[in-house]
């Protein structure tokens, strides 16, 4: 059954698989969803991802990092939604939790985080925050 808001889904079995300690977790791939594992990837919320090949669906497995039994995700949450789109400019970003967590941004050159979209001086729909 295909899910109504996919980067939600994403969100959620990650939140989820991080509250049960699991080593990674497999989700439906898509263009947008490995472009949020990157981002997770290079701010080091996980340890790394890949794309397991399949016949009819491609599978974005994500391997989560944890330090010292703690995980590096401690929160997620969804900001725009498909029934109300979140927009903001570069100078109306928001700051998470004073700097320790990041915003990430869909900008019509792709998905940034915030600190990527305000040194560029570009805005766009607000994804998600995670701390």
């Avoid at 701010?43 to 090949?53: G, L, M, P, S």
């Avoid at 590096?72 to 949450?77: D, R």
């Avoid at 970003?93 to 979209?117: F, H």
Wanted: with cysteine.
């Amino acid at each position: 059954m295909p899910a109504t808001d996919p980067i939600a889904d994403f969100l959620t079995r990650v939140r989820n698989a991080v509250k049960a300690r699991k080593k990674y977790v497999e989700i439906p791939s898509s263009k947008m969803k490995i472009g949020l594992a990157e981002i997770l990837k290079t701010q080091k919320f996980i340890k790394d991802y890949n794309v397991i090949e399949d016949n009819k669906q491609n599978v974005l497995r994500v391997h989560l990092q944890y330090v010292n039994g703690v995980p590096s995700i401690t929160g997620l949450k969804r900001i725009s939604t498909p029934g109300l789109r979140t927009y903001v400019g570069s100078d109306e970003i928001p700051r998470v939790l004073g700097g320790l967590g990041i915003s990430i941004l869909s900008t019509p050159s792709g998905l940034k985080t915030d600190k990527q979209a305000k040194k560029e001086s570009v805005g766009g729909e607000l994804v998600c925050q995670v701390w």
